[in-house]
């Protein structure tokens, strides 16, 4: 049966077919909708794990018990996840073991594009790196395959190209992993003392080595020879492009990019006659190419920054007169001039009266990963730092440590609730332990809302949408050791400011969390609407008070007939009633319909 | 670039039903018999960003993604986002675009206005341009939210596939509770 599946869906349906028992996720852009599709299958136990890290422990123990598991995560994941992933490359598994990671050239949603081809080298694990849905789908079996058979764990990279584009895939049926799962002991292998790891890691090269030398007979790297002149070695979506820019170059089309092919490039290389590498990003394949004393055409030529698209590839070549300048261009001009837009957040988003106040308050403002970053865009501007998950708690402790006396008390952390728990939490513990005195606001909305609403250990449900036990943010904030803990809410905007300043001057660690859930939220009871509001056509002075906040359901109409300030208008159908603008007009012209 | 391949873009504002749109599409071409594939970025667009969907079909496709310069339709689902994107499309194009405007956040904040001449601005380049007030059509129809569907119901009649084909694509991909009424947008579009 054919299916027209992305490559995040195809990856579950890999994993599916393969005959894995479990996988476990944090959510991150592009590689959050994979665990949305494994827990489709009742087979596969499927978790969300309050972070990478923990992600990959999880399915390494269902791996030493005999099952296939995997991982997934975004690349920025995999560097909170690289401390086991470098040791279970040491022990190698029971049950196939895969992490997958989807990287983000041109960071369409992060904070950087680091190539996490660079991580198999580095932690010594074969990679996959698949070209269509349908590769997808079997390089997940390939992947649990080789896994068990050279006994590694293996990784299997996707970008945002790969892992959002839908093309047609054939599926197959479900067939279960050779081994039975069970506790089965083995020390040597699995507990990585010194005196084991250092038996363990000449095994790690020799199977490097030996993957690679098999690496040049795998059919998923495959030499496809046509016209000799040009010979082009490429992977991923890039494959795609070439072949549709270049239909009549030979190219070696590299389904496994780490280790290479050393055999097989070598005879691709000595059979074509100008060699180039196009690759994304980094130049990881060009670098051992040149290793291997061959000539070839890579960084030169295609740029490091950025995604690389079939336009970018094309300059590029035409540079290298290997293709002809066209001028099929549009008949119309750019589009410069037009105003931008922005992401903004939503209307009644309960994190906009926060970031309202800490402007007033003239807050130094060290943010975190989550829709509240958005707090940094105008007119909140009311965010400083942003540097990856969890962060924001360290830096405050950071700063506040040099500068003088008097600036302390304006220092603020800003983290939602999923990422608190991610990573958050043990900048927290190092606040109270070394006496931080920095205030931190924990925005919880009840899920993790940017990747498109992820449950989490505190909003309460699973990602079976099973009934959790809830953590307690305030309790355990407590427990931690913070000297005051005050929940507050932020959609009054005099109790949210007033309580702020109080723990900002407050000289001890604070933390202050606002409960109120993000208008997304579906489930019943979480979210209610409240009454629109309007704003009274008369009274209203024109004064653009209310357009401070950024609210999109509040638009500003500019003069008619003689007025020459112009009025706000709410539209109802965006409003949530969420009340803030209400409270910032001081001529009382917006309330709610009577 | 290959002329066996049609090149289709869905552009508007995030929460407008892109994704929808575009993957009623997709299933109507497979179901037809094409190779098709379509590309599209999630995540910060999903708040009010400006959205951009990818779609190729034809004997057999490689690229995900329209190269600049070579989209041969254009599905404007909002009137600035559709200028927006028009370098992507090839000299005599094909541009369908809904009327709606939707203000960004420099407009609502009232620091820049609303260009008012931008159907001028899109014929002048692409006389092939349908614009459509979608909003109305569908409220005309049954409900304003099909808005969507009376595109997809316009373009349709220009595209080389039979209309079961269609018709069988939405009832698997659109819920069954908004079924009946994006059956009618899809009619009413259709013969516009
Ligand atoms: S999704 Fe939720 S948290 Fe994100 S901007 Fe919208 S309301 Fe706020
Ligand atoms: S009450 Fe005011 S601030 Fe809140 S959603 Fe409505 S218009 Fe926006």
């Known amino acids: 049966m054919k299916e027209i599946l992305s490559g995040n869906e195809a990856i579950a349906r890999g994993a599916y077919e393969a005959g894995c028992l479990a996988a476990s996720a944090y959510p991150g852009t592009p590689s959050t909708e994979i665990l949305e599709n494994t827990v489709k299958y009742s087979e596969i136990n499927s978790s969300w794990a309050p972070n990478e890290k923990v992600a990959l422990e999880v399915v390494a123990g269902v791996s030493f018990a005999g099952g296939r598991a995997f991982a997934a ?14 040791t279970l490359s040491y022990t190698g ?108 890691h000449p095994f790690v090269e020799k199977r490097m080595a030996q993957l690679s030398l098999d690496a040049s007979n795998m059919p998923a790297n495959r030499l496809e020879f046509r016209n000799p002149e040009i010979g082009i070695i490429t992977s991923g979506a890039l494959y795609q492009y070439v072949r549709e820019l270049l239909p009549d170059a030979s190219v070696l089309k590299l389904g496994m990019v780490h280790p290479l092919p050393s055999e097989l490039v070598r005879e691709f290389a000595s059979r074509v006659n100008r060699l180039f590498v196009v690759e994304e990003l980094d130049p990881f394949i060009e670098e051992q190419v040149r290793a291997l004393g061959i000539k070839v055409t890579g960084k030169e030529l295609f740029p490091l920054c950025g995604e690389l698209t079939p336009g970018r590839i094309r300059s590029a070549l035409v540079v290298a007169g290997v293709m002809e300048a066209i001028d099929e261009t549009s008949a119309t001009g750019a589009s410069e001039g037009l105003p931008s837009r922005p992401p903004n957040m939503c209307p009644g988003c309960p994190h906009r009266g926060v970031f309202f106040a800490l402007k007033q308050l003239k807050a130094y403002v060290t943010g975190d990963i989550g829709c509240y970053t958005l707090g940094f865009m105008p007119p909140l501007s009311a965010m400083d730092t942003c540097i990856c998950m969890g962060a924001s708690i360290g830096m405050a402790t950071g700063v506040a440590k040099v500068i003088p006396e008097e600036e302390k008390k304006k220092v603020v952390a800003v983290i939602g609730d999923s990422t608190f728990l991610h990573t958050g939490i043990n900048g927290l513990m190092d606040m109270v332990y070394n006496g931080s005195t920095a205030t931190v606001i924990i925005l919880d909305n009840r899920i993790t809302a940017m990747t498109g609403r992820q449950d989490n250990p505190a909003s309460g449900f699973t990602l079976m949408n099973e009934p959790a036990k809830r953590i307690d943010l305030p309790l355990l904030c407590r427990a931690l050791g913070a000297g005051s803990v005050r929940v507050v809410n932020p959609f009054d905007l005099d109790e949210t400011k007033r309580v702020i300043k109080e723990e900002m001057n407050r000289p001890e660690t604070s933390v202050i969390i606002t409960e109120k859930p993000c208008v997304l939220i579906k489930r019943e009871g979480v979210f209610e609407k409240g009454d629109v509001l309007l704003v009274d056509e008369e009274s209203c002075a024109g004064c653009r008070a209310c357009l401070a906040i950024g609210c999109p359901a509040i638009e500003w109409r500019s003069a008619m007939s003689g007025d020459k300030k112009g009025k706000a208008f709410i539209d109802p159908f965006l409003c949530t009633g969420c009340d803030i603008c209400r409270q910032l007009c001081k001529f009382g012209s917006i309330g709610r319909k009577i | 670039m290959n002329r066996d391949i ?101 407009v609502l904040m009232g620091n820049e206005s609303y260009p008012d001449d ?59 509770k908004a079924l009946s009424i994006n059956l009618k947008a899809f009619e009413t579009g259709r013969n516009l």
């Not at chain 1, 995560?73 to 470098?86: E, Q, S, T």
């Not at chain 2, 951009?52 to 599905?75: A, K, Q, T």
């Not at chain 2, 409900?143 to 079961?164: F, I, M, W, Y």
Request: net charge negative.
């Open chain 1, 93 to 200: 598994v029971r049950g196939g073991l895969v992490l997958v990671t989807a990287d983000d050239p041109e960071m369409h949603s992060s904070q950087n594009e680091q190539d996490n081809r660079n991580y198999a080298k580095f932690a010594k694990v074969p990679m996959l790196e698949p070209s269509d849905s349908q590769e997808c789908k079997d390089f997940m079996r390939l992947a649990f395959e080789l896994s068990e058979k050279y006994d590694t764990p293996v990784m299997l990279r996707t970008t945002t190209r790969i892992s959002h584009s839908k093309s047609v895939v054939e599926l197959g049926e479900r067939s279960e992993a050779p081994l039975t799962p069970g506790l089965a002991r083995d020390a040597a292998k699995l507990v990585m003392l010194p005196g084991n790891a250092r038996i363990r």
């Open chain 1, 73 to 86: 995560m975004k690349h920025v994941g995999v560097n909170v996840a690289a401390d086991p992933l470098f």
């Open chain 2, 118 to 176: 931008l159907p001028e601005r899109i014929r002048a380049g692409f006389p092939d341009f349908l614009l459509i007030d979608g909003q109305r059509v569908a409220a005309e129809a049954g409900d304003p939210r099909a808005a969507n569907t009376v595109l997809l119901g316009a373009v349709s009649k220009r595209l080389q596939v039979e209309e079961e084909y269609w018709l069988e694509a939405m009832k698997r991909m659109i819920p069954s």
């Open chain 2, 6 to 106: 049609t090149n289709i873009l869905l552009v508007g504002v995030g929460g407008q039903g892109i994704l929808l749109a575009s993957e009623v599409l997709a299933e109507t071409f497979m179901l037809a018999g094409f190779d098709v594939k379509k590309s599209e970025i999630h995540g910060m667009s999903q708040r009010g960003g400006s959205v951009v969907s990818h779609l190729r079909y034809g004997g057999r496709v490689n690229s995900p993604i329209v190269s600049e310069g070579d989209g041969d339709i254009l599905f404007g689902f909002e009137l600035m986002e559709t200028f927006r994107y028009l370098p992507l499309l090839r000299r005599g194009a094909f541009v369908v675009a809904n009327s709606l405007q939707i203000a960004p956040p420099s």
